[in-house]
C-alpha cells in the first residue's frame, strides 16, 4: 500500500443544500480551528489576519475562515438586512429573519461545540482567558453588528453569547471579530514558534508583562538592568516578577485587585 500523503484524512465531505457561493471554497479541514463571520463585508476578511502567524497558519491548515455574507439572506429587490426600530428612534436594526436565515446556514456546516458569538458593545469583556477558552474549542460562529444593533428575538433564541472589545463604540463588528479571532488562533497549538512565549506574556497570570529589552546592551546611554545581564536565572525570575506586579499596581488597580483576591483565596 502507498504511503498516504500529508494532508490524506482531513478533508470532509458533507452534503449541502447551500448555495456554493455561500460557502468558503476551500474543502473543510477535518481538524482545523474553524471561524465563521457572519458580516456585510466579507472582502474585510482575513484583513490582517492573513499577514503574519496567522496568516501562515491559516494556509497551512491549522485553521480556516469562512464568510458568510448576510446580504445575500437580504430581502426583496435590495436585499434589505435591516429596518426601522419598533417603538421609534433612531438608526435601523438588523432584523431578525434575515439573520437568522444566516445563522441557520452557518450552523449546518459548523461543530455543534463551537460558540455562536456576536460582537457588541453591552457584552462581556473580552479577556484573555476569554481567548485560550475559544481556543480549546473546535471554532466559532462570529456575528459582526451593524447599524444599532441586532433584534433581541434572535439573540434569545440562538442563545447568543455578546462580547465586547472596550467601553466604546465602532461603526462595526468587523474589526472586534479579527481582533477575538487574532487573540485565540496564536493560541491553537502550532500557531507560535515557542509556545512558552505565552506563559509569560501579559494577561497570562493575571498581571501585565514585564519590560523587555535586546541588543544592543548600551543604546542611546541607556543600558539594560544588570539583572538580565547577570546569567542568574532565579534573580532574573524575581526581577521580572517584581516589575510585573509594579506595572500592574500601577496601571491597571482592577487586574491587581483580582490578582490580589486571588492570592487570599
Known amino acids: 500500500m502507498s504511503t498516504p500523503t500529508k494532508s490524506h484524512g482531513r478533508k470532509t465531505i458533507r452534503p449541502s443544500l447551500t448555495p456554493r457561493d455561500l460557502m468558503e471554497p476551500a474543502p473543510d479541514l477535518a481538524r482545523a480551528w474553524r471561524a465563521q463571520v457572519i458580516t456585510l463585508f466579507p472582502d474585510a476578511f482575513p484583513g490582517i489576519l492573513g499577514m503574519s502567524l496567522t496568516g501562515k497558519a491559516l494556509k497551512d491548515g ?64 473580552f479577556t484573555q482567558g476569554m481567548a485560550r477558552d ?58 507560535l514558534g515557542n509556545a512558552e512565549s505565552t506563559e509569560e506574556e501579559s494577561f497570562s497570570h493575571g498581571l501585565l508583562e514585564h519590560p523587555q529589552y535586546t541588543r544592543p546592551s548600551d543604546w542611546a546611554g541607556e543600558k539594560v538592568p544588570e539583572v538580565l545581564l547577570s546569567g542568574n536565572h532565579g534573580e532574573i525570575a524575581k526581577w521580572r516578577r517584581a516589575q510585573a506586579e509594579a506595572l500592574t499596581r500601577d496601571r491597571r488597580p482592577d487586574l491587581w485587585e483580582a490578582f490580589q ?5
Open 134 to 191: 475559544l481556543a480549546q474549542r473546535p471554532g466559532a460562529t462570529l456575528i459582526c453588528g451593524r447599524f444599532e444593533g441586532l433584534d433581541q428575538r434572535v439573540i434569545d433564541r440562538y442563545d447568543i453569547t455578546e462580547v465586547s472589545m472596550g467601553d466604546y463604540v465602532l461603526t462595526g463588528g468587523e474589526l472586534p471579530a479579527q481582533v477575538l479571532l487574532d487573540a485565540t488562533v496564536r493560541l491553537l497549538p502550532g500557531v
Open 62 to 125: 491549522l485553521w480556516q475562515l469562512q464568510t458568510v455574507p448576510l446580504r445575500s439572506f437580504g430581502e426583496g429587490k435590495h436585499r434589505n438586512v435591516d429596518d426601522t426600530p419598533t417603538g421609534g428612534g433612531a438608526g435601523m436594526v438588523l432584523r431578525p429573519d434575515v439573520m437568522a436565515a444566516a445563522i441557520e446556514t452557518a450552523r449546518a456546516t459548523q461543530n455543534r461545540a463551537a460558540p455562536l458569538i456576536y460582537l457588541s458593545p453591552r457584552g462581556r469583556p
Open 261 to 265: 483576591a486571588r492570592k487570599n483565596d
